[in-house]
């Protein structure tokens, strides 16, 4: 069954991500209700409709699935359990064990290994007794993070020898973590992958992603790699929405080694900061893909019609008053995104501007020189 414009669609999660759903699908003429445990959320303020309570507080999922056609989420962090609930009433996509196999570093890792992707070594540590380890040697350098609620680098610390890591893993409470071997990459790139309720799967162009602590800082799209490794990423995204039997938005982020080896980092299950360049670069942008895909509908084209580079902008910009906006704006073919939270913190995401082109090299050129000015200006004015 197709759901149409005019039906009520729902998202759980009401940060940026989700804000971004809820204007594809009202754009699409179907309003929206989100649910987010925050008074005050960017998706939430400008929904139809908001719910707020926690994601498993049952009377508000109840109230969610009655209200709403067909309901996604924004984010892997709630529990599938809720999700199972949802979709007891109610159309749900991505589906709860997709969601958790992909909340969890342990379970996204044997999902992959079993299905004969190619991982960085790792080994689980679920108690003390694991890090010492005969074998636990080889894994190092590396880099231990708890197996759930990371993000942004967070939850995550570099270990050079067995001390690092001893002490590491106390910081991070003892929690059941993976640890895994430091790997010499030459690039990351990922790819938005969307399957829909039938099985058609269409994947976006490769996007080529600069991390800067652990946060992604700049997106180059198409990604400057070989064709045949753009070819061979796209394919791996897909037959892991294949494998999943996954129905939704996916991306896939890669690590590149040397001799053009691909591994999977990791997978998210839902639209992904990496492809917020579709939503100007591409005839379909990954939001409205989510949308399509939810309710049933034929996939859009993912067709990229200008080469883009996105740049985030963090909180950070945001030290001495309002970043100087007219320094992206007085760029015709470069499109600023602002999210709409109130508070500015180093590190958090605050929204994003993309630069459009005719080839990468440019967008990237001038994409640099803007993101370059706006730290001067930060410490021209102290
Ligand atoms: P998050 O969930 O915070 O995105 P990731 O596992 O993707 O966590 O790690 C964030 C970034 O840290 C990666 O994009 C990559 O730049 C770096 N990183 C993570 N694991 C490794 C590794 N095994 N080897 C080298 N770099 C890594
Ligand atoms: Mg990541």
Redesign the pocket.
Known sequence: MRIMPGAMLGVIGGGQLGRMFVMAAQQMGYPVTVLDPSVDSPAGRIAEHFICADYADHSALKALSMQCAAITTEFENIPAESLRLLALSSVVSPDADSVSIAQN?VSEKQFLGTNGFAV?PYAIIERHADLTAQDIVDLLP??L?VSQF???????KSVANKTELIAAYTELNHSVCVL??????VS?ISVVVARSRVGELKTFPVSE?Q?VN???DVSIVPARVSAALAEQAQSMASQVAEKLNYQGVLCV?F?VLNNDKLLI??IAPRPHNSGHYTINACVTSQFEQQVRALCGMTLGETTQHSAAVMINLLGDLWQNGKPDWNLILQHPSTKLHLYGKTEARPGRKMGHYTVLSTDTETALREAIAIKKQLEQNLIRNP
């Open positions: 570093r960085a590396g880099i993070k990371g993000y942004d680098g967070k939850g995550q895994e071997k430091f790997m010499p990459l990351e992603n991390h652990g946060i992604l982020e690590f980092n990791e």
